[in-house]
């Protein structure tokens, strides 16, 4: 006997159960790099609970579509190394406190995303056992193949760096798709958009173009590092909400730095 044919009525039912195709990702596992000042949603120092949330509903809804998501997020809201060094304080010492604000951080982050219901593990690269994980490459890679998101914390464990070189340098060892930095505005502009209403914005920037043109996009090392390894990096503004999965699925506005052709 033939099959029975269905009716129009069951045909839109079905439809309509049928779940939501996920956009197409452009990116699989990537690494976000925030830095510590976009917590602070206009505060003097510290972390803006409302913003922290939001940030984290973001990760998750990138979680969602399918990516593997690591993060290096800086200490900008708590202690700058750099700064700290040129009010006196020896500049070991003065990154040391910078890395263990990135610890902090770190954790405020995971508490966040754990009250989504997103698993998390915060790596320090300064062990400290009672707080959080060492960092230890292969653990990570496998936090992340079960979908977990991983914070990498105190940056390299070395001073003398930014939080940029060790996102570069995690981004290559985790063998990520891209290094996404979130920042306050949309990409890259060559003068900081709010004090130069001339700033032109780029949508695609070469390595050697960031540079050359001395934009400050990352730290000098970490943009040779993301070359040598051939890691896209996208700038985008994580001030607007749900826009990490819009650049995830290549829809979101976002500047390009890479000698890709595509």
């Known amino acids: 006997m033939e099959p029975a044919t269905k009716t129009q009525d069951e045909i839109i039912v079905q439809d309509e159960i049928a779940p939501m195709s996920?956009?197409?990702?452009?990116?699989?596992?990537?690494?976000?790099?925030?830095?510590g000042e976009v917590l602070m949603e206009g505060r003097d120092f510290g972390i803006d609970p409302g913003t922290l949330d939001r940030i984290a509903n973001d990760i998750k809804e990138a979680v969602e579509l399918g990516v593997q998501v690591c993060i290096v997020v800086g200490a900008g809201n708590i202690f700058r190394g750099v700064s700290g060094a040129a009010n006196g304080m020896?500049?070991?010492?003065a990154d040391y406190i910078g890395m263990l604000g990135t610890v902090m951080?770190?954790?405020?982050?995971?508490?966040?995303?754990?009250?989504?219901?997103?698993?998390?593990?915060?790596?320090s690269a300064i062990?400290?056992?009672?707080?959080?994980?060492?960092?230890?490459?292969?653990r990570a890679l496998?936090?992340?193949?079960?979908?977990?998101?991983?914070?990498?914390?105190?940056?390299s464990g070395n001073p003398f760096f930014t939080t940029d070189t060790p996102a570069a340098l995690r981004a290559t060892e985790m063998g990520c798709d891209a290094l996404i930095k979130g920042t306050k505005v949309d990409g890259v502009y060559s003068s900081d958009p709010h004090k130069d209403p001339s700033a032109v914005r780029f949508e695609k920037l070469g390595y050697l173009d960031v540079l050359t043109k001395d934009l400050r996009?990352?730290?000098?090392?970490?943009?040779?590092?993301?070359?040598?390894?051939?890691?896209?990096?996208?700038?985008f503004s994580i001030k607007e909400k749900g826009?990490?999965?819009?650049?995830?699925?290549?829809?979101g506005v976002c500047t390009v730095v890479s000698d890709r052709e595509d």
């Open 243 to 251: 826009n990490l999965a819009k650049v995830l699925s290549g829809k």
């Open 127 to 138: 062990p400290m056992q009672a707080v959080c994980e060492p960092f230890i490459r292969r």
């Open 217 to 235: 996009v990352m730290d000098a090392t970490a943009i040779s590092l993301a070359r040598e390894n051939d890691i896209p990096i996208l700038v």
């Open 22 to 35: 996920k956009p197409a990702l452009k990116y699989k596992r990537v690494l976000l790099k925030m830095s």
């Open 90 to 93: 020896e500049r070991v010492t």
């Open 105 to 123: 951080n770190a954790l405020a982050l995971q508490s966040a995303l754990e009250k989504i219901d997103v698993e998390t593990r915060v790596q």
């Open 142 to 155: 496998r936090h992340m193949e079960k979908g977990r998101v991983v914070i990498f914390a105190a940056g």
